[in-house]
């Protein structure tokens, strides 16, 4: 039986799988930088793609290229491209598709450095940017130029948690021959595929759900067409920001319990977000499985479940969130999202720092703005921890 015929658990664990001569039923790890061929004419028909073989890690490595199979197996695509970081999935994937006068459209609150990293530097090379609220469609629409090349998704966004149409979206950018991205680092394929709703591109921070024990920083690239795959391939080989095969073993092993590790921080997140909505010293609580999430129907239709992100606002701004960050004791200070521990961050002065304050406040990134990732812990220790701490304000 295929992988490829495996509901999404079992995918988890057969997909991808490498068969080597010993029969091992674990990935090896493959810790090398080059590859022997048999001879001259082995060696010249590997580099001309004419016989199966490795030639040099940076290209391709067999333990790396099962991460590969198997992420582009659980997200419906062509094939995958393994990074040797989220940013460095993103940074390949703007190299790949924009130059010199081209123009991308983008989801205004997304991760921090992947708007940064366009406007100060992308800018350098005439790539022209613009960010809107990708959860109204409308500003889509009126954002898209004749130049536009790109169009990039983030859904739920970082950390407003709003929810952008992918379906919709990318039916309009096709309309326009233009191609669209998703950020797909909140949900992982276990709760959204991008492609299946008709994006072209998916791209992960492994970092995150996927190997989810806060051990490695890696990123994936899954392409649904075979030539933009080739592309976007060439320039990871170009930029050289190729994984690492110990770091591919590592998410390997990690992503097996994906699934049973997003239905138990989401089990706890169902419930905190209640208890948190309900507290009188909470503002308000944005998490897409709360009927009072502005696109709760949407996250219904496009979501597998809601998640275990939560973005909630304390009473008292700036201050009152520093009370709470300082006595935790369960949940960990600390920036990150998506492992089996639970953590805690304020976006303002941590990861969207670098953004000036009134692109920040018009994304939706309030100064009293707190970002809680579910982990697996007993929910009622974090619902404990959450209670001691907001009685400190
Ligand atoms: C963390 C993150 C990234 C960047 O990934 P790194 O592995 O840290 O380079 C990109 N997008 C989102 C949504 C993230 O959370």
Sequence with gaps: MSSKDLKFNSKLIHAGHYNDQYGSATVPIYQTSTFIFENA??????????????????????????????????????????????????????????????????????????????????????????????????????????????????????????????????????????????????????????????????????????????????????????TVYKKVRQMMVMMGCCMDPHQAYMVIRGMKTLGIRIDRSQENAIKIADFLEKHPKVEWVKYPGLKSHPQYELAKKQMGGPGSMISFEIKGGLEAGKILMDNVKVAILAVSLGGVETLIQHPASMTHSKMPKESREKAGITDGLVRFSVGIEDVEDIIGDLEQALNMI
């Design 41 to 226: 004419e082995h060696g010249s028909k590997c580099f001309a793609g004419e016989a199966n073989g490795y030639i040099y890690t940076r290209i391709a490595n067999p333990t790396t290229r099962a991460l590969e199979q198997s992420i582009a197996e659980l997200e419906n695509g062509f094939d995958g491209i393994a990074t040797s970081s989220g940013m460095a999935a993103v940074t390949t994937i703007y190299m790949a598709l924009l130059g010199q006068g081209s123009h991308i459209v983008s989801t205004d609150a997304v991760y921090g450095p992947s708007r940064g990293v366009m406007e100060d530097h992308f800018s350098r090379f005439g790539v022209e940017s613009t960010y809107v609220k990708t959860a109204n469609v409308e500003n889509v629409i009126k954002a898209i130029r004749p130049n536009t090349k790109l169009l990039y998704l983030e859904s739920p966004a970082n950390p407003t948690m709003e929810i952008t149409d992918i379906k919709e979206c990318s039916r309009i950018a096709h309309e326009k021959g233009i191609l669209v991205a998703v950020d797909n680092t909140f949900c992982s394929p276990y709760l959204q595929r991008p492609l299946d709703l008709g994006a072209d591109i998916v791209f992960h921070s492994l970092t995150k759900y996927i190997n989810g024990h806060a051990d490695i920083v890696g990123g994936a690239i899954v392409v649904k067409d075979e």
